[in-house]
């Protein structure tokens, strides 16, 4: 969360225009469900403020509830006897 917080202080207030977009990816990975619900409510209020895209890439479902939209890629393991 530290890292998620110096990432976002820099893009808020180094430049003098917030950048238009920034990838995250798998940030949530090691984070419990309450914590992942106050990252997702940050992130949306912050690209609502900023007026940027975030990109989150994750496995967590509360995570991905939690976004405008989705697109979700899924690998199907063929393991047949």
Known sequence: MAALAF???LAQERYPKPPSMILLDE???HLDS???AKLTSFINAWKMKNKSQVMLIT???EAVE???SAIGVS???YNKP
């Open 7 to 9: 990432i976002f202080a």
């Open 27 to 29: 940030v949530d990975a």
């Open 59 to 61: 496995h967590k479902d």
């Open 34 to 36: 309450d914590s992942v």
């Open 75 to 77: 690998i199907e393991k």
């Open 66 to 68: 939690c976004c405008d």
